[in-house]
């Protein structure tokens, strides 16, 4: 076992939720020397062309996460790992937080074919494909943005990939719709945590009324403009949002989830041209991280 595989109980733990093999086009080649072969170009960001040879050739690795990205078999093995993570109770919801973060885009993620990729074997398009891949322009370059929620114990919860120069208020609904953790015995998945925290980007009427409507207590701050224009409406502008410093030094436990993604060189940096493909990127380092006890 080299630095960086999967180790026993890790590949016990996400074995069961890989697809099976002997279906329709073949037999799957080894599920774990692949993944751990795709696992190696996450961390070190290695073109896939020089990957080593004892994760077997490397358009194997390519082509099973090019196959497992727009499908959304990653997505599927995500939400599993996180149904089993709340089973056991190593989901911290006492403290949920949403915070986003820039990549910088390398030149090869650019230049992507204009018409709408197809699902491999399926004429249907990626579940997360974008048509502006998710590449935005700044005065640095190419930009990508991450955003995410993360709960207490630093890992992730909910993944969105936007251009670099989207701001983050207008995502935040969309990452908090992301957070469904399923129950192992059934029922409905659990989509609120006990306590939700966020930056000052993410105050907004639209977003508070949002957390109000569904009941999920929060803690974000109220920048100057808001406050000066809420005093101004007098009565009108509506009671002052609650703030609790103390719950608010938690918001940091987000911010080390980032710092725990951009571990992985193909996080920090990305080299994908598809947004989908790069989705799963991403997908893969938080099913990483979800494996780590």
């Keep these: 076992m080299g630095r960086g595989d ?49 994760f077997g050739p490397w358009k ?14 990653w997505d599927k093995i995500f939400a599993a790992l996180l149904a089993d993570a709340d089973a056991e ?33 399926k004429r249907s398009t990626p579940r997360q494909h974008r048509p502006d ?3 935005g322009r700044s ?19 909910s993944l969105l990939i936007t251009p670099g120069q989207w701001g983050d208020a207008p995502q935040f609904i969309p990452v908090m ?27 907004s009427r639209r977003n ?19 406050r000066a224009h809420r005093k101004r409406r007098g009565s009108h502008g509506g009671r002052p949002t609650g703030f609790d410093k103390t719950i608010y030094k938690r918001r940091n436990e987000v911010e080390r989830t980032i710092n725990t993604l951009k571990n992985f060189r193909a996080v920090a940096t990305r080299f994908d041209k598809r947004a989908f ?6 997908t893969v380092a938080a099913v990483r991280l979800w494996l780590r006890t």
Excluded at 60 to 73: I, K, M, V
Excluded at 97 to 113: E, K, L, M, P
Aim: proline letters at 8%.
């Design 177 to 203: 719709e992301g957070i469904r953790v399923g129950r192992r015995g059934g029922g409905h998945p659990r989509t609120r945590p006990d306590h939700l925290g966020g930056d000052k980007a993410y105050s």
């Design 60 to 73: 194997t690795a390519y082509e099973r996460h090019r196959r497992w990205s727009p499908d959304g078999t």
């Design 277 to 282: 493909i790069f989705h799963g990127t991403v």
């Design 139 to 157: 005065r640095g370059g190419l930009t990508c943005k991450i955003h995410l929620a993360g709960e207490g114990s630093r890992r992730p919860l």
């Design 6 to 54: 999967l180790t026993n109980d890790e590949w016990t733990r996400l074995k069961p939720h890989l697809p099976k093999s002997g279906q329709r086009g073949g037999r799957w080649a080894s599920h774990r020397r692949v993944i751990n072969g795709i696992l190696f170009r996450q961390r070190t960001g290695v073109p896939r062309r020089d990957l080593p040879a004892r």
């Design 133 to 135: 891949e998710g590449l």
């Design 208 to 226: 508070r009324r949002y957390l109000r409507r569904r009941q999920i207590k929060h803690t974000i701050p109220e920048p100057k403009d808001q």
């Design 89 to 121: 109770g190593r989901i911290d919801w006492s403290m949920v937080s949403v915070d986003s973060t820039s990549c910088r885009a390398h030149q090869h993620s650019a230049g992507a074919r204009k018409r709408p990729p197809r699902v491999p074997g």
